[in-house]
Each structure stands twice: as structure tokens, then as C-alpha cells.
T-cell receptor, first 109, second 114 residues
Framework: QKEVEQNSGPLSVPEGAIASLNCTYSDRVSQSFFWYRQYSGKSPELIMSIYSNGDKEDGRFTAQLNKASQYVSLLIRDSQPSDSATYLCAANNFNKFYFGSGTKLNVKP | NAGVTQTPKFQVLKTGQSMTLQCAQDMNHNSMYWYRQDPGMGLRLIYYSASEGTTDKGEVPNGYNVSRLNKREFSLRLESAAPSQTSVYFC?????????????FGPGTRLTVL
């Protein structure tokens, strides 16, 4: 099992809808969890980080962490066409970071 | 404040050639990382340096060497390039690899090995 796993998508949602992105992780990573957004041809940029069980909200974004189920999710409310990108889930274990393969999100106008 | 810079942006090599990818950060970060990104594979850690003077292998270190020249600079060397090393290479830095630390990424180097 890979340390971090994601569905590659694509996930298509209409503009204004809620996009839900999911990620599972293995026992080998357990410290902190991150969601990055990556536009085509660009480098990843951090959206959210979370390390405690529960929800963390920042504007239209909510990260959810469930350590018992080893599950991390990202909700994007009021999705916009500019949210169309690949979303990378990541986790770290001390100095090492592990990334999922990414989920491509398409927001249709 | 340029953040993380990488040179070159693009490079084409022939099989067996060598080259060094350069990375520098001006944020006074302790930890630096080299990743490669292949289509559908996400980012895979090649090598990292937790602090100046230390380097450690990541998931895919074979065929690569690194040097942490000083706190600012972390270079990646391909001694004998192979087509399997065709990829996009990202350098990143973080202040400390602890709880909820942010990794800042450079713009990437697109390498093609023929």
C-alpha cells in the first residue's frame, strides 16, 4: 500500500456546487496532512494543512481529518472554474513528505 | 524575496550525459527537498536535506546524487542520464518538518533524456 492514495478522477462539478476530494493514508505517515493545488505546468501551492482530528475551515475550503479511519478530505464550496486544477494530498512523517497521485477537478461554468 | 528558485527551467540531454540541477531558497529554511513528478504519479521524493550538512535518501534515489552546498543551496546531480529520468523536477524548502509546516516549491525543471 502506498503511503498516500487518491482517486485520480477527473471529478467534474458544476459551478457553484461543492467539490469533495478524498485521500487515504497508511500507518507509515501520521503527523500532518496537506492539500496542494497544482495548475497545469505550474508548481504545487499549499491550500490547507491539518493535524488534529476534525474540521478546519479557511474561506471556501474545509479540510477534514479522521485518524481512526485514516482519511483526509477537502471540501470546496461554491466551486469556481478557476478551481479547476489537480489537487494533491500529502502527509509527512518527521522530515519526509509523501504525496498522492492527485485528483483532477473540472468545474464547469 | 524570490522564494525558491531553480535552474535551468528546461533541459534536453542525451543518454549517458551528466548534469546538475540547481536550487536556492532565500527564506532561511532549514530543510530542502528534491522531487520528481511523472504523469499520473504525483510527486516522489528523491533526496532531502533536513538541515545544512545532512542529506538522506527518499523514495526514488537511484541514479541521483545531491549536495547541500550551504543553507541556501541544494543541488541534484544526474551522473549518467537515462530516458527513465525524463520528468519534471521540483525543489522545495520548509522551515522545519514538524506539525503543519508548509513546503514552498520552486517553478520546476523540465528534463528530457533522449
Amino acid at each position: 500500500q502506498k503511503e498516500v492514495e487518491q482517486n485520480s478522477g477527473p471529478l467534474s462539478v458544476p459551478e457553484g456546487a461543492i467539490a469533495s476530494l478524498n485521500c487515504t493514508y497508511s500507518d507509515r505517515v501520521s503527523q500532518s496532512f496537506f492539500w496542494y493545488r497544482q495548475y497545469s505546468g505550474k508548481s504545487p501551492e499549499l491550500i490547507m494543512s491539518i493535524y488534529s482530528n476534525g474540521d478546519k475551515e479557511d474561506g471556501r475550503f474545509t479540510a477534514q481529518l479522521n485518524k481512526a479511519s485514516q482519511y483526509v478530505s477537502l471540501l470546496i464550496r461554491d466551486s469556481q472554474p478557476s478551481d479547476s486544477a489537480t489537487y494533491l494530498c500529502a502527509a509527512n512523517n518527521f522530515n519526509k513528505f509523501y504525496f498522492g497521485s492527485g485528483t483532477k477537478l473540472n468545474v464547469k461554468p | 524575496n524570490a522564494g525558491v528558485t531553480q535552474t535551468p527551467k528546461f533541459q534536453v540531454l542525451k543518454t549517458g550525459q551528466s548534469m546538475t540541477l540547481q536550487c536556492a531558497q532565500d527564506m532561511n529554511h532549514n530543510s530542502m527537498y528534491w522531487y520528481r513528478q511523472d504523469p499520473g504519479m504525483g510527486l516522489r521524493l528523491i533526496y532531502y536535506s533536513a538541515s545544512e550538512g545532512t542529506t538522506d535518501k527518499g523514495e526514488v534515489p537511484n541514479g541521483y546524487n545531491v549536495s547541500r552546498l550551504n543553507k541556501r543551496e541544494f543541488s541534484l546531480r544526474l551522473e549518467s542520464a537515462a530516458p527513465s529520468q525524463t520528468s519534471v523536477y521540483f525543489c522545495a524548502s520548509t522551515d522545519r518538518a514538524g506539525l503543519a509546516d508548509t513546503q514552498y516549491f520552486g517553478p520546476g525543471t523540465r528534463l528530457t533524456v533522449l
